[in-house]
């Protein structure tokens, strides 16, 4: 998911190009406080006008208690990207108040409640606390995702990058997305030069269950990428493995063995997890 | 749409225009100075662009200084809308 | 296009890129070269590049050559014109291997009528927009480097004072751009002018002990000898290495023909690989070299003008070779000296049409850009947007005819200019020689190329009928209007073999 700045015509009209999954197109902290207004009207006539075709479009709105939240919604709801992200939320109160907002905006426009879906942004202590029953709240959001800066300045960390300090609440956050059954998007990763700070990070997230990662630059794309598509050796031991699965569930076996490992459920789920992944289709391995 | 006064939005950057907006007195008209750096290849569509903006807002009376770097078609219309809507102080933004 | 043109003569028009070729010779006569004699310890320093040129007994009419190897840093080509043009010479012919915006300064000679005709592979800034304006009587002609070998033995190119500026040099003329304080790496373009101008001056800043080695051109072609204080700015002429560019755009597109090249079937051991010195072009050598180690695929030569990059693919044991006619950063010259595996070739071997072999005939892999592409495949180097020239032939069509797979890189619009359009301003390398297009909204197979297209859809790769994407484009920018030109004729397009593939008009202002 790559972040573009929402008043840079250049990143805007090209963002679709460079092969990242998703599009946050910011209107939030990448726009300077006096050009809110501009980057809300060029992302609307952009989005109005630009084929994002085979990326996910995802709008970052502000905040709706600053003085351009709502003005944001306002505009940008009409236009249906495929999902609003909402920074800084923190309490179940807030997203019923935000949600009510977007949907009454949709009613007046006579638009569907079920076809743009919600991303809520956690970064702050409290929204960490509160991360379970936010994100349960309503079936539009299907993804939430960490604000790695903002927590550390919400924590009062003096070191934020090595990520220690907010490791706790990424661990969380995953969580609360895996009890919902949503996506969960980690945070960015801010200095562009370092590739292997950059592999190592996204190496991590990975592990620790995260959907994916939010990047800033698109150089960044392919170091990411490259971390959660599965390798041709992961896809080949999957693949086995869901034959495999295949032909004894054929007989009634529900425990069988793969190269001398236990096979049961699970290990089928994770392996067709791994194929949906790479999508690739098993009959053609 | 009522100017009340000078304003303008975008940028020098490439890909991007810089539209000044400045009230002038009724009946002056459309008076556009236009740069562009596709005058050539463009000129003709982005007068008309312009002037179809103009003619959405109902305003007739009204100086526009654009510096143009090559911008697309949408970012021409919201660069407008936005310097036009400052310059009626129907949104806030800035005067640099 | 006319079938003669003042200045030129007639005009042989292009019919195709192997018409000429496939005869198996040329048909067209050769001149011989100059034979001249020394007696034995004869003195050919000279104390100024003022004092040689006089003894060269400059003539109105002449031909004065030039090799473009110091780059954006050369400053010769002015000295030595302001120094003609000072002597009262006019009408002379510049016939500079390329020009780049460093010779601006020479305009004012443009207009005064010292200079009255250009051949050059490539003209920029200040010079190709007032030649596009109609600054000069007769038509320029703008040649590939092979081509410029050709018209050179044709005599269509009549060189009578070659001009080349070398890092070092002996006072024989045993001269090199390999070493000295202004190295610059090969002087492939150099070869052909010292053998065939009727006088011949070697300028240097670094006199060096007899002999100087390694010899790139040889004192048995050399009249003259003068050292100099300075042949240009050396931090551009010699500067550094050649950084990989960090544009995300243009690496994207570069990833994307890494890809393409990958699965095109070419990509195997021993292939031969030439790439451009900038921007998306060289970015592809990052990823082919990736995959290069991923694959363990050992190629057998790189060509062309070689940078630093393609230097650290040789010693990391890549390709086993590099042949090298224009260096394009200081790194190279260190490698050329001390690798006896990367050699210095003149322009003739590396790209003329006319005779056993060219190396560019045994290219496998080309990556070449392009100012603008159109739905043919037809590729203009030479006109920007505004209809200047601002570009060069270079070695485009020479490595592009020669290559089994040549792949033009390059964005689909720039600003709000269309990239790939219906027709483009004009042709330099023609569309039969472009196997396939990349940008970064499509990868477009030439339609004659089935089996490249079939391999790229093998791999899972998506390809785009260019027709469609030039729609694609023209829905995003609009709908350009074209250049607005004037009747009259500044210039011709030389193809390879000598035939004119397009002709420059002058642009209405």
């Known amino acids: ?285 | ?96 | 296009m006319p079938s003669e043109l003042i200045g030129i003569g007639k005009l042989e028009p292009f019919e195709g890129a192997f018409t000429k070729l496939k005869k198996g010779w040329m048909e067209e006569e050769t001149v011989p070269p100059p034979v001249k004699a020394k007696m034995p310890h004869s003195n050919k320093v000279c104390d100024s590049l003022r004092d040689a040129i006089i003894r060269s007994n400059p003539k109105d009419g002449m031909t004065v050559s030039f090799h473009h190897h110091l780059r954006g840093g050369d400053n010769l080509v002015f000295e030595a014109i302001k120094i003609l043009a000072e002597l009262g010479i006019k009408d002379i012919t510049l016939a500079a291997s390329s020009l780049t915006t460093a010779h601006d300064p020479i305009l004012p000679y443009f207009k005064d009528g010292t200079i009255t005709q250009i051949y050059a592979s490539g003209i920029r800034g200040e010079l190709g927009k007032a030649l596009a304006q109609g600054v000069m009587p007769k038509p320029f002609v703008i040649h590939s480097h092979g081509g410029r070998v050709r018209s050179v033995h044709t005599g269509k190119i009549k060189i009578d004072l070659a001009i080349l500026a070398a890092s070092s040099s002996d006072i024989e003329g045993n001269a090199t751009g390999a070493h000295g304080p202004s190295a610059f790496g090969s002087m492939g373009y150099a070869a052909i002018d010292s053998w065939y101008a009727k006088q011949v001056i070697v300028v240097t800043d670094n006199i060096v002990d007899y002999p100087c080695v390694p010899q790139s051109v040889t004192q048995n072609y050399i009249d003259y000898v003068v050292k100099v204080d300075s042949i240009g700015d050396p931090s551009k002429i010699a500067g550094g290495t050649t950084r990989i560019t960090k544009a995300p755009m243009d690496l994207q597109i570069a990833r994307l023909a890494a890809q393409v090249i990958e699965h095109s079937g070419e990509l195997e051991d021993g292939f031969s690989f030439q790439v451009g010195a900038g921007g998306a072009s060289l970015a592809v050598a990052k990823y082919i070299r990736k995959i290069m180690k991923q694959r363990t695929i050992k190629g057998s030569f790189i060509l062309g003008g070689v940078t630093s990059y393609g230097v650290d693919m040789l010693n990391e044991g890549l390709f086993r070779s590099i042949f090298d006619v224009q260096s394009f950063d200081a790194a190279v010259s260190t490698s050329l000296m001390d690798n006896p595996y990367h050699i210095e070739i003149p322009a003739g071997l590396y790209a003329n049409p006319f005779n056993c072999g060219c190396m560019t005939n045994k290219l496998d892999i080309v990556v070449l850009g392009a100012l603008e592409i159109d739905t043919n495949f037809n590729v203009n180097v030479i006109t920007g947007s505004e209809g200047y020239v601002r570009g060069a032939s270079g070695g485009h069509s020479d490595t592009a005819s020669g290559a089994n797979l040549t792949v033009v890189v390059c964005p689909s619009f720039r600003g709000r200019i269309p990239i790939v359009k219906e027709k483009v301003h004009t042709i330099v390398t023609p569309g039969e020689s472009i196997d396939v297009l990349v940008t970064e909204r499509g990868i477009c197979v030439n339609p004659q190329r089935k089996e490249l297209k079939q391999n790229l859809e093998k791999a899972g790769i998506v390809t785009k009928d260019i027709v469609d994407l030039a729609k694609e484009v023209e829905l995003i920018t609009g709908k350009a209007k074209p250049i607005e030109i004037l009747d009259r004729i500044v210039g011709v397009v030389e193809y390879r073999d000598g035939t004119v593939i397009d002709v420059i008009h002058q642009v209405k202002e």
């Open chain 2, 1 to 96: 749409m009522k100017l009340i006064t000078k304003a303008q939005a975008g940028s020098f950057e490439s890909s991007d225009v810089l539209i000044m907006v400045e009230p002038v007195v009724e009946g002056a008209g459309r008076i556009i100075e236009l740069k562009s750096i596709v005058m050539q290849q463009f000129g003709d569509d982005l007068l008309k662009q312009i002037n179809d903006g103009l003619d959405f807002y109902e305003i007739n009376d009204v100086r526009l200084i654009i510096n143009d770097k090559g911008a697309l078609p949408p970012t021409i219309s919201a660069r407008l809308e936005t310097a036009l809507k400052r310059a009626a102080q129907l949104q806030t933004g800035t005067l640099k």
């Open chain 1, 1 to 285: 998911m790559l972040y573009i700045p929402g008043n840079n015509p250049a990143m805007l009209q090209q963002g679709s190009v460079y092969g990242a999954d998703g599009l946050l197109l910011d209107l939030e902290d990448a726009v300077a406080l006096n050009q809110k207004d501009a980057a809300r009207t060029l992302v609307s006539h952009m989005l109005k006008y630009i084929s994002y075709e085979g990326c996910e479009v995802t709008v970052r709105v502000n905040h709706i208690d600053t003085p351009f939240g709502l003005e944001d919604l306002k505009q940008i709801v009409p236009l249906q990207p495929n999902a609003i992200r909402l920074p800084k939320v923190e309490t179940l109160d807030e997203i019923e108040r935000i949600i009510n907002v977007i949907e009454q905006i949709e009613d007046e426009c006579g638009l569907p409640h079920d076809v743009m879906n919600v991303h809520v942004m956690i970064e702050t202590a409290l929204g960490v606390q509160n991360v379970y029953d936010i994100a349960k709240y309503s079936s539009r959001i299907d993804a939430i995702s960490i604000g790695g800066q903002d927590l550390a300045a919400d924590m009062q960390l003096v070191k934020a990058n090595d990520g220690v300090g907010i490791d706790y609440a990424r661990k969380q956050i995953v969580m609360a997305a895996k009890a919902c059954k949503i996506d969960v998007f980690d945070t960015v990763y801010v200095d562009v030069e370092n590739e292997d700070g950059l592999r190592e990070e996204a190496e991590y997230i990975k592990k620790l269950g995260f959907t994916g990662k939010a990047i800033i630059n698109p150089r960044q794309i392919e170091v990411v990428n490259e971390v959660f598509t599965p390798t041709d050796l992961e896809i080949r031991k999957a693949a086995k493995i869901v034959k495999a699965f295949e032909r004894n569930k054929a007989e009634g076996i529900g425990v069988f063995a793969v190269d001398g490992k236990m096979v049961d459920a699970p290990v089928v789920q994770r392996a067709l997890r791994v194929l949906e992944m790479a999508d690739v289709d098993v009959e053609s391995l």
